[in-house]
């Protein structure tokens, strides 16, 4: 049997592609030879025949039914005739195609209907079988275009929800987020009794953990990070990625703050949970800044603003996996950043920096052996302390221009205290890098320039990384350290003990020194596990052929603990405090400390 249907057509698609043709005839006669003539196709639900008499009678039914696939319609009929029909149809459903009856050389007519959009026409009296193919012909068309629509409307809603979805998580985007925003703080502009919340949150040591493991497992562990949120709140709040390793979560139609709390909690219980991804165990904090709708905000970049703030806050102030509920100081000590950051650039433009040289002494002879160069902000209201400047230099990439500036000027002072004292010629200047500066493409090419105007030794030099460096994308790192090796650069490890470096991987890289951090040389004097944890680092530098500087030496005592225990360099105020460089020129005109 003949079908309009493919092979590969399911019986549920079948069902739903019967062809539903309507025949607009006042002839009775006509209906029954239809009727008769399809029997066979309509009992196999192929054709679903509807009949009516005039175009009134057929607009009514159209609109009644609501999917016609073909219309078969005489031109001459009472009340409306075929041509006044067909100029309708296209308003009720452009994919509705007619079929045209009309008396033998009734020209006229049936170029006024094809013109109308008549897809085909038939003379009468009806060839039954011209008809069948007619119909067949005419339906595989409709359902094409029909098809067509669907897959072209099926597109366009993807577009859409892409547009508004991100497209690794899922999750609503920045664009769909501010429509969001801005619907609750409408809603709660009508009803002021309406509350809810914002969450910005962001994954603490994210970044050590995608540029250890690499950017899939990276990826992935995002994925991960927002199936966990969702299910951390409520079927009516709102999960957001904001961007890069940041989320968002409205909390709507909160009953109480305390309900932000515990919502809060509960997100932080479950990321006390490890991600296990690839047989890698990882574990995430999350720094959560929150900004509550009592405080009547007007925009969503509003919103989004305080609730920013109010993260930094918490991941700076209090550590990880802590969240922060903002209120107006935290926004003067935004406003306060903001401002340190455009006199940060400022003065990097200027130059407006001096560096300290800070001797590092031997222990068994207590002369001098090495200078470690610090940078100082003097400005006309006062000194500003690195432990502010330097953070924000770091997060918004000005540590570059700065970490070079640093180290250009350490080696033009090295180079005029080598030409000037010349029993001084094996002195070494430590000049602390960044992470960032040490993703640099051209970062030896510069250094090697350096070295080349300044007519210094590799070997003059001794680079200062913190433990951190280590983790982020290992391999690429070794690689960059051991270049600077063969120029004849030493590299230590800054403040070894406080970071995350894996010990097992220790030897892998190619370090001279490990500096002891202050807080375990403090810690050495009062039986708190300082002076065990000193005794550790120790051995393990030395079955590593690395030697180690203790920095915040401040009592004698810490000084003859840390000699006893074989440690070849201390560093302190107990030796000698940062001097400028007029002061170390006299440090080192003496040659050993004061």
């Known amino acids: 049997m003949n079908t309009i249907f493919s092979q590969s057509t399911t019986p549920e698609e079948q069902k739903t592609q019967i062809a539903k043709i309507l025949v607009v005839d006042d002839e009775i006669e006509l209906q029954r030879l239809i009727k008769q003539r399809f029997r066979k196709n309509i009992r196999a639900k192929e054709f679903d025949f509807i009949f009516v008499q005039n175009g009134i009678e057929a607009l009514n039914k159209l609109k009644q039914e609501g ?17 006044t029909l067909l100029s309708e149809l296209s308003d009720i459903d452009e994919n509705i195609k007619a079929v045209v009856l009309s008396a033998y050389g009734d020209l006229t007519n049936i170029r006024t209907a ?55 998580t899922g999750l609503p985007n920045r664009i769909l987020l501010d429509n969001l925003l801005q619907h609750n703080i409408s809603r709660s502009q009508r009803y002021p009794d309406y509350l809810y919340a914002v ?14 493991l690499g950017h899939s497992v990276g990826d992935s562990l995002l994925a991960a990070v927002a199936e966990r949120l969702k299910v951390s709140v409520r ?7 904001f961007g890069g390793d940041e989320f968002v979560i409205i909390l709507e139609a909160l009953k109480d703050i305390h309900e932000v709390t515990y919502i809060t909690q509960r997100i932080q219980e479950h990321f006390n949970q490890s991600f296990l991804l690839n047989e890698h165990e990882i574990h995430l904090g999350a720094s959560i800044g929150i900004t509550l709708s009592t405080r009547q905000y007007h925009q969503p970049d509003e919103l989004l603003r305080d609730a920013d703030a109010a993260m930094y806050c918490a991941k700076k102030a209090k550590g990880q996996n802590q969240y922060v509920i903002f209120d107006p100081t935290i926004q003067a000590t935004a406003m306060e950043r903001l401002h340190l950051e455009n006199k940060l650039r400022q003065a990097i433009e200027r130059e407006d920096f001096s560096l300290y040289y800070q001797p590092i002494i031997e222990v068994t002879t207590g002369y001098l052996s090495s200078f470690e160069a610090l940078i100082r902000w003097f400005t006309p209201d006062g000194s500003i ?46 000049i602390n890098f960044s992470s960032i500066q040490l993703k640099q493409s051209d970062l030896v090419e510069n250094i090697q320039a350096t070295l080349d105007a300044t007519e210094l030794l590799g070997s003059s030099l001794k680079l200062e990384i913190t433990e951190s460096c280590l983790l982020e994308n290992s391999e690429a790192q070794i690689q960059v350290l051991q270049q600077l ?35 375990f040389v403090r810690r050495m004097e009062d039986n708190s596990g300082g002076l065990e944890m000193v005794k550790m680092i120790i051995a393990l530098a030395h079955s590593l052929n690395m030697n180690v500087v203790a920095e915040g030496v401040e009592t004698e005592t810490q000084l003859q603990q840390l000699k006893a225990l074989g ?22 005109q003496s040659g050993n400390r004061e």
């Not at 180079?415 to 002195?427: D, I």
Request: proline fraction near 4%; charge should be negative; aromatic fraction near 12%.
């Open 67 to 83: 999917h016609i696939d073909v219309v078969i319609t005489d031109i001459n009929m009472p009340e409306m005739d075929g041509l």
């Open 114 to 168: 094809m013109n109308l959009g008549a897809f085909d026409f038939l003379t009468k009296p009806i060839d039954f079988q011209d008809l069948e193919i007619t119909i067949r012909k005419t339906v595989q068309f409709v359902q094409k275009m029909r098809k067509k629509q669907k897959q072209i409307e099926k597109m366009y809603a993807q577009l859409e929800y892409d547009a508004v979805h991100d497209a690794l």
């Open 199 to 212: 969450l910005f949150i962001d994954l603490d040591r994210f970044k050590i953990v995608n540029d250890s």
């Open 235 to 241: 079927a009516s709040d709102t999960v957001a990625r």
């Open 385 to 430: 302390s690195p432990m502010k400047f330097i953070p924000i230099a770091e997060e918004t990439g000005l540590i570059s221009p700065l970490g070079w500036w640093v180290f250009q000027e350490a080696c033009r002072q090295l180079q005029y205290w080598q030409n000037k004292f010349l029993q001084q010629q094996s002195l070494v200047l430590n």
């Open 485 to 519: 090796k063969d120029l004849g650069i030493n590299i230590c490890v800054d403040d070894f003990g406080t970071g995350y470096s894996s010990l097992s991987r220790l030897h892998e890289f190619p370090i001279d020194t490990l500096k002891i951090d202050r807080a």
């Open 567 to 588: 440690c070849e360099f201390v560093q302190g105020y107990f030796l000698a405090k940062p001097l400028d460089k007029v002061a170390a020129e006299e440090f080192l």
